[in-house]
């Protein structure tokens, strides 16, 4: 129930569960007993889920799917079918270890060629939780350095979310009703709108 000027918004949520992860290793199991190796399962889910999504665009602009960490058999299929992949990332040395790797995994390396479907629309970084210490200024610096490299895993979107307590509140506001200036406050609405255009600008083309 979002509105804005009264009018509620045509909004969406389908809510997953931990029982999401069990459904998926039930159907690996279940797939893979008939003999079925793992990229034909992902291609197979690739092919279900992409005609769901065909109908479904008929009657929403955008879809937003929220992936669990890891690259799991439908978080992989999520993302070869997504027209924007958004990669959140705290700007520290165990956060952006295994940036290369999951980069690696589907977009660059040996993995990436096994497969006969489509790869997936290069991933996009975005800072966030980011603290004004060296540590976080050096890896956003080298992480700048690297996304500008023609050959780099990834992009680096230019708007930065930084740790604030407001942004920590706003998210805590689950049981109430505030208005959206109400719920981002101290110029958290500005950095908010700075990552939409952004994100209608890789979407849509500048």
């Avoid at 909004?11 to 279940?30: D, I, P, Y």
């Avoid at 096994?114 to 050096?138: A, F, G």
């Amino acid at each position: 129930n979002v509105f804005h000027l009264n009018d509620q918004l045509p909004l969406s949520l389908l809510a997953s569960s931990s029982e999401l992860r069990l459904l998926e290793r039930r159907l690996v199991f279940e797939l893979t007993r008939t003999s079925l190796s793992l990229d034909k399962i992902v291609e197979a889910l690739h092919s279900l889920i992409r005609e769901q999504l065909r109908k479904t665009r008929k009657a929403y602009d955008y879809i937003l799917f929220d992936c669990a960490p890891g690259i799991s058999a439908l978080t992989e299929v999520s993302l070869r079918l997504a027209d924007l992949v958004v990669v959140p990332t705290i700007p520290d040395f165990l956060s952006t270890y295994g940036l290369h790797s999951f980069c690696s995994n589907l977009w660059t390396g040996e993995i990436a060629k096994r497969t006969t479907l489509k790869k997936p629309k290069r991933p996009v970084v975005l800072i966030t939780r980011k603290r004004p210490t060296r540590e976080h200024d050096r890896t956003i610096e080298r992480l700048r350095g690297e996304a500008a490299v023609a050959h780099s895993g990834f992009d680096l979107f230019r708007t930065e979310i930084s740790e604030r307590a407001a942004i920590a509140e706003a998210l805590g506001k689950i049981n109430e009703w505030p208005s959206f200036s109400q719920k981002w406050k101290d110029g958290t609405a500005a950095i908010l709108e700075e990552l939409v255009s952004e994100v209608e600008e890789a979407v849509h083309g500048s």
